[in-house]
């Protein structure tokens, strides 16, 4: 029989309704709305036990409390009660867990097999690739070569980064090379002013009048939450309760639309508006009697003992920075420069902050002193409310190292990068000079270079110099936990445990006025074949031998760590920080450790080094202008770096939900965009969303414009943290990297960088 | 041909087509089942859909799995001495441990007790190497669904076989039916296809006998949930169990 037309549609009809009269379509759309609500490609949290377990951050020192179902991490959250941050947690911290897990973490042991930075790698053994290390370091060694060996890490405190020194010592290398951060200059400033070999410390949380030069207060300066925390304290209260917060920056960044004012000046003019304030404060005779006359020294004129007369930092800023001097060389009137000092110096507990941004850069050692005798002049020195040193909490001491002929031969050769020689002797270290003199040489300064806890390659100035000295460095061990810039250029890298996997002490965070220690314990466990830093330094020690091998008389790392804390460990393990929380600053007639034993206006330290001082000017915290990099008649614009909260710029990559945190106005898909005032862009006839090219005299990239009224017209920022290589998709190639745009403007009397900018210009394309 | 004949020849043609007209009704036999067609069709398409439906699409919709040990309920509960929640414990946070990890296992299991292979099997591949079994949960809800044992089994006091019938006195594990849509259980949706069947605490009212001619639970639908909720007086609003 033919099927015909009508016969198919009754068919159809029939099977229709036996269809509708089965399950089929009921139990379909069922599954399908199920399906549809449980997309199976989306990740959900494991099902498991529910654990909470205290550790604390590597990144910003805050105790944290992680979140865990089985062994699965899920959620990092502030830990409650912990003295840094109290259950506040910074936005990197809390996205930590996708660099734990994420694809960039570095598997295992990798030896380069193709061309440095192709991406090419072969797995290895630890056995293996500790067996390089000590091969290359051995060999090094036998040839007189020690002084060859260079350590790059981004703290040197803490028992890991005292592994490394201890190692370089033993070993026969001064050159351990600490990282750049607004620490290099705040420590050479308080030594010098104060007397003390320690960081700055701040009260911030009792300050009731904050002068800010240009810090990130809200943008992630000091230890991130902890100076979030004191900014919520500054807003609480009434009127009158209130503190008032004061920003200085040539930039609307958060901390100055948050500011109760908000004095925009030209860039890198800050130390001549510190000077500008202490002129109006010494003039009105607003200044701290008690601590100026009985506690510092050369406030005024004085003699020495051979009957020179010196000037004092009284005549001096007296002398040259009045009002309208120093509004000439700000762009602030002097009205609004007498007004704030008066203010400043009237206020109840005042207090003066310095370190751009993050506080990621070096700076100005002058301009770091001309803010920090602001300090001096309100006598908030080691006060509540005031600036005093960090301390740390009491350890014990290893043994003394024994060192043979060739440690202390190499040890006692001049530093790779010039710190601590005869022209920069009160200088540690000099993170952004290395490159330079490495490709300033014929011959091979740097044989091994050995990075821990840092990415030189990417944050260091001038990367186009940074890639031309790591080409010239035949071996470069990376520990990273990711596969960072510095990683990717290392010929072998040997991967740290995340902090989340394993043992060290967490030192008092930048900037806390409380000695604090804090524990770092593996809450997860190793997700990848690594092996701790401080183990594989014992493993490579013992393996050289000899003298080196005997400097570490431990087993292993975790014996190091129990063995510092020492009594403290069982309180340490227990409770996961020491807190000593009854600690107070001495009082200022026990306070300086300086050669007149006062707070020094004048550094004397500087002629008992032996440098060469041939006026009272190189000894007084004065403004030298830093002039940006650049001819202003090729690059008429001015580019600053600014650091935002959401971007991480640092040794650690912007986790992927930061990413998404950036506005459209900042990085839109791979393309970043640069704040230009409008009357900027109206006098070279740019508009908003405009392809243009930046061009400074170290580099050039393509960017978009975003008219931005916040930014002084003539002055252009591009945030820092962008421009990565390595990674992946997520974060290499948006953007740029500002280190690639910025030289190094050294400064005279540190040899630190004191680059805040570089000149520029923008071409529409 | 001339105009005369042509006309003759129509004619003749005519004639012919009337007197063939005329014969048809005689040649044609009465064929009654032609109305039977349309009915045949619509019958064929209703029995092989309903086929389809009821037989076919459910051999499909799910496939078949099976657990990775046959473990047996009974030998256990009679090994311990708090029932399920020698197992299936509550934490000390009230949070419910569900399947038990590896660990609990091998808190008896760490060397063989017996000579079953299925012992043996579950210390050679898991115990020793230290890996997790990989249990199926039959009673896995979507990911959408919040689900609490303790407001169910320590408030509502409810029995365990009350949603997960009478597994405890199971001697095997039975194959797991799997979605191949959304990969849940058939549990979920119940062993019925059309979705019919008693309510999984209906066991509860059942006697003994009758319970253990079950050998697995009943479904665990939202609106299973919904009418236990209604029932007890519960509230049965969205975020109640959709966080």
């Given at each position: 029989m033919k099927l015909d037309r009508r016969g198919f549609i009754q068919f159809s009809l029939g099977a229709g309704a036996g269809i509708t009269l089965s399950p089929l379509p009921w139990k379909l759309t069922d599954d399908f709305s199920i399906w549809t609500q449980n997309w199976p490609w989306t990740p959900v949290p494991r099902t498991g036990e529910v654990t909470h377990v205290n550790t604390v951050s590597k990144h910003c020192g805050s105790g944290i409390t992680l979140r865990k179902v089985g062994d699965r991490a899920t959620k990092i959250e502030g830990r409650k009660g912990y003295p840094v941050n109290d259950g506040g947690i910074s936005i990197q911290t809390a996205a930590d867990l996708q660099l734990l897990y994420g694809p960039w973490r570095v598997p295992g042991p990798l030896r380069r097999v193709g061309k440095r930075g192709s991406g090419h790698w072969e797995n290895i053994s630890w056995e293996k690739a500790i067996g390089d290390v000590v091969q290359k370091l051995s060999d090094l060694r036998r040839k007189g070569k020690s002084h060859t060996v260079a350590c790059i890490l981004g703290s040197d405190r803490g028992t890991v980064p005292q592994l490394f020194s201890r190692f370089l010592k033993a070993y026969g290398s001064p050159n351990f090379i600490r990282t750049a951060s607004c620490d290099d200059t705040y420590e050479l400033a308080m030594s010098l002013m104060?007397?003390?070999?320690?960081?700055?410390?701040?009260?911030?949380?009792?300050?009731?009048?904050?002068?800010?030069?240009?810090?990130?207060?809200?943008?992630?300066?000091?230890?991130?939450?902890?100076?979030?925390?004191?900014?919520?304290?500054?807003?609480?209260?009434?009127?009158?309760?209130?503190?008032?917060?004061?920003?200085?920056?040539?930039?609307?960044?958060?901390?100055?639309?948050?500011?109760?004012?908000?004095?925009?000046?030209?860039?890198?003019?800050?130390?001549?508006?510190?000077?500008?304030?202490?002129?109006?404060?010494?003039?009105?005779?607003?200044?701290?009697?008690?601590?100026?006359?009985?506690?510092?020294?050369?406030?005024?004129?004085?003699?020495?003992?051979?009957?020179?007369?010196?000037?004092?930092?009284?005549?001096?800023?007296?002398?040259?920075?009045?009002?309208?001097?120093?509004?000439?060389?700000?762009?602030?009137?002097?009205?609004?420069?007498?007004?704030?000092?008066?203010?400043?110096?009237?206020?109840?507990?005042?207090?003066?902050?310095?370190?751009?941004?993050?506080?990621?850069?070096?700076?100005?050692?002058?301009?770091?002193?001309?803010?920090?005798?602001?300090?001096?002049?309100?006598?908030?020195?080691?006060?509540?409310?005031?600036?005093?040193?960090?301390?740390?909490?009491?350890?014990?001491?290893?043994?003394?190292?024994?060192?043979?002929?060739?440690?202390?031969?190499?040890?006692?050769?001049?530093?790779?990068?010039?710190?601590?020689?005869?022209?920069?002797?009160?200088?540690?270290?000099?993170?952004?000079?290395?490159?330079?003199?490495?490709?300033?040489?014929?011959?091979?300064?740097?044989?091994?270079?050995?990075?821990?806890?840092?990415?030189?390659?990417?944050?260091?100035?001038?990367?186009?110099?940074?890639?031309?000295?790591?080409?010239?460095?035949?071996?470069?061990?990376?520990?990273?936990?990711?596969?960072?810039?510095?990683?990717?250029?290392?010929?072998?890298?040997?991967?740290?445990?995340?902090?989340?996997?394993?043992?060290?002490?967490?030192?008092?965070?930048?900037?806390?006025?409380?000695?604090?220690?804090?524990?770092?314990?593996?809450?997860?466990?190793?997700?990848?074949?690594?092996?701790?830093?401080?183990?594989?330094?014992?493993?490579?020690?013992?393996?050289?031998?000899?003298?080196?091998?005997?400097?570490?008389?431990?087993?292993?790392?975790?014996?190091?760590?129990?063995?510092?804390?020492?009594?403290?460990?069982?309180?340490?393990?227990?409770?996961?920080?020491?807190?000593?929380?009854?600690?107070?600053?001495?009082?200022?007639?026990?306070?300086?450790?300086?050669?007149?034993?006062?707070?020094?206006?004048?550094?004397?330290?500087?002629?008992?080094?032996?440098?060469?001082?041939?006026?009272?000017?190189?000894?007084?915290?004065?403004?030298?202008?830093?002039?940006?990099?650049?001819?202003?008649?090729?690059?008429?614009?001015?580019?600053?770096?600014?650091?935002?909260?959401?971007?991480?710029?640092?040794?650690?990559?912007?986790?992927?939900?930061?990413?998404?945190?950036?506005?459209?106005?900042?990085?839109?898909?791979?393309?970043?965009?640069?704040?230009?005032?409008?009357?900027?862009?109206?006098?070279?006839?740019?508009?908003?969303?405009?392809?243009?090219?930046?061009?400074?005299?170290?580099?050039?990239?393509?960017?978009?414009?975003?008219?931005?009224?916040?930014?002084?017209?003539?002055?252009?920022?591009?945030?820092?943290?962008?421009?990565?290589?390595?990674?992946?998709?997520?974060?290499?190639?948006?953007?740029?990297?500002?280190?690639?745009?910025?030289?190094?403007?050294?400064?005279?009397?540190?040899?630190?960088?004191?680059?805040?900018?570089?000149?520029?210009?923008?071409?529409?394309? | 041909m001339s105009t005369t004949e042509e006309k003759e020849k129509t004619v003749a043609e005519g004639e012919q087509e009337t007197a063939e007209h005329a014969a048809a009704p005689e040649q044609l036999e009465p064929v009654t089942w032609r109305f039977l067609i349309p009915i045949v069709l619509f019958g064929v398409g209703f029995v092989v859909s309903l086929f389809i439906g009821w037989v076919i699409f459910p051999k499909i919709i799910y496939c078949e799995k099976h657990q990775p040990i046959d473990f047996s309920h009974s030998v256990h509960q009679e090994a311990v001495d708090e029932g399920c929640e020698s197992c299936h414990f509550f934490r000390e946070d009230g949070s419910f441990s569900g399947i038990p990890k590896l660990e609990n296992c091998a808190e008896c299991h760490e060397e063989a007790m017996g000579e079953n292979p299925e012992e043996a099997k579950l210390i050679e591949k898991y115990v020793e190497p230290g890996k997790e079994i990989p249990w199926l949960t039959y009673a896995s809800q979507p990911d959408c669904v919040f689900f609490s044992h303790a407001a169910h089994i320590k408030m509502a006091e409810l029995e365990c076989a009350a949603c997960h019938g009478r597994i405890g006195d199971s001697d095997h594990t039975r194959p797991y039916q799997c979605n191949i849509l959304t990969g849940y259980s058939r549990d979920i949706w119940g062993w019925n296809i059309a979705g019919m069947g008693k309510n999984a605490w209906d066991w509860m009212k059942m006697d003994d006998s009758a319970r253990m001619k079950m050998d697995r639970p009943a479904r665990m639908k939202m609106d299973d949930c919904g009418d236990c909720h209604e029932k007890r007086g519960t509230s049965n609003a969205c975020f109640v169990c959709h966080k």
């Open positions: 104060q007397g003390a070999a320690a960081s700055v410390a701040y009260d911030l949380e009792h300050a009731k009048y904050i002068l800010s030069f240009g810090c990130g207060l809200i943008e992630g300066w000091g230890s991130t939450v902890r100076v979030i925390k004191a900014h919520s304290i500054w807003r609480s209260g009434n009127l009158k309760e209130r503190a008032t917060l004061v920003q200085i920056e040539p930039r609307l960044s958060n901390t100055a639309a948050k500011a109760d004012q908000w004095y925009p000046i030209n860039p890198g003019t800050e130390g001549a508006l510190a000077l500008g304030l202490a002129h109006v404060i010494i003039k009105k005779s607003l200044y701290h009697t008690d601590f100026v006359e009985n506690h510092t020294f050369g406030f005024e004129d004085w003699t020495d003992d051979s009957g020179r007369r010196h000037i004092g930092f009284k005549r001096l800023v007296l002398k040259k920075y009045s009002p309208n001097a120093v509004s000439r060389i700000t762009g602030l009137s002097a009205k609004k420069i007498v007004r704030l000092a008066t203010a400043f110096a009237k206020a109840d507990r005042p207090i003066a902050v310095w370190g751009r941004g993050k506080g990621t850069t070096s700076g100005s050692l002058y301009e770091c002193m001309a803010v920090h005798a602001l300090n001096a002049l309100v006598g908030n020195i080691n006060k509540i409310g005031g600036v005093s040193t960090l301390p740390e909490v009491a350890t014990e001491t290893w043994p003394k190292v024994d060192q043979d002929h060739i440690a202390r031969t190499g040890s006692g050769m001049p530093r790779i990068d010039g710190a601590g020689g005869s022209r920069y002797p009160f200088t540690r270290y000099l993170p952004e000079r290395w490159p330079q003199i490495v490709n300033g040489h014929k011959a091979c300064l740097i044989e091994a270079l050995l990075v821990h806890e840092a990415d030189p390659y990417y944050t260091t100035l001038d990367s186009a110099a940074v890639a031309r000295a790591f080409d010239r460095i035949p071996f470069v061990v990376s520990f990273s936990t990711l596969m960072d810039e510095t990683a990717y250029h290392a010929d072998l890298i040997l991967p740290n445990p995340h902090y989340l996997e394993r043992w060290e002490d967490a030192p008092t965070p930048t900037g806390l006025q409380v000695p604090i220690l804090g524990l770092v314990r593996p809450v997860v466990s190793p997700q990848f074949d690594t092996r701790h830093a401080g183990d594989v330094i014992l493993t490579i020690a013992k393996r050289l031998g000899g003298v080196v091998g005997d400097a570490f008389p431990w087993e292993d790392y975790e014996t190091v760590l129990k063995e510092t804390i020492g009594d403290k460990w069982d309180t340490l393990e227990e409770a996961g920080y020491i807190e000593e929380a009854d600690y107070t600053p001495p009082v200022w007639e026990n306070a300086f450790a300086t050669a007149s034993g006062k707070f020094e206006f004048y550094i004397t330290a500087f002629e008992q080094a032996g440098m060469k001082i041939n006026k009272d000017l190189q000894c007084l915290p004065h403004y030298e202008p830093a002039q940006p990099e650049g001819n202003p008649a090729t690059y008429p614009l001015i580019l600053i770096p600014v650091e935002l909260t959401r971007l991480a710029n640092g040794a650690v990559g912007n986790p992927p939900f930061c990413m998404k945190t950036l506005e459209e106005t900042e990085l839109k898909k791979n393309d970043l965009f640069i704040e230009v005032n409008p009357k900027t862009a109206a006098k070279y006839r740019l508009s908003e969303g405009q392809d243009t090219m930046l061009e400074t005299p170290r580099g050039k990239a393509r960017v978009l414009v975003h008219l931005f009224e916040g930014i002084m017209p003539g002055v252009i920022a591009i945030p820092k943290g962008l421009g990565h290589t390595a990674y992946d998709d997520y974060l290499a190639g948006k953007g740029v990297n500002t280190n690639s745009l910025m030289g190094v403007t050294e400064d005279p009397i540190s040899g630190l960088s004191a680059t805040w900018g570089i000149r520029a210009k923008l071409t529409r394309v | -």
